[in-house]
């Protein structure tokens, strides 16, 4: 069964920083494309950041760029997202997402595979 966990959620202050994860299970790691999408209530979903985990190219949204690092550790089958210089309005629930390699995965167009997402809430 194909499973990503998320974890690393919380409360930060506005400046602050968090680091999220994602652990994968039940496929091969390699050669897919995994990603971190967030929801703010009454919002749509945005994909934040998305990695390859075979050649290690990376998507950012502008609206992190330059405040948020994707990495992939294969041997853990474990990607994160480090979150600096938070922002209130970086607050949501974060999703992690996984599917095949395709030019649409690695940039976050569409990913077949979700967690169960983890909140992230920035006070000002």
């Known amino acids: 069964e194909v499973q990503l966990v998320e974890s690393g959620g919380g409360l930060v202050q506005a400046g602050g920083s968090l680091r999220l994860s994602c652990a994968a299970s039940?496929?091969?790691?390699?050669?897919?494309?995994i990603g971190w999408f967030r929801q703010a209530p009454g919002k749509e979903r945005e994909g934040v950041s998305c990695?390859?985990?075979?050649?290690?190219?990376?998507y950012y949204a502008d609206s992190v760029k330059g405040r948020v690092t994707i990495s992939s550790d294969n041997a853990k089958n474990t990607v994160y997202l480090q979150m600096n210089s938070l922002k209130p309005e970086d607050t949501a629930v974060y999703y992690c997402?996984?599917?095949?390699?395709?030019?649409?995965?690695?940039?976050?167009?569409?990913?077949?595979?979700w967690g169960q997402g983890t909140l992230v809430t920035v006070s000002s």
């Open positions: 990695i390859s985990t075979s050649d290690g190219s990376t």
């Open positions: 039940g496929f091969t790691f390699d050669d897919y494309a």
């Open positions: 997402a996984a599917d095949a390699w395709s030019p649409r995965a690695v940039t976050c167009d569409y990913l077949d595979v």
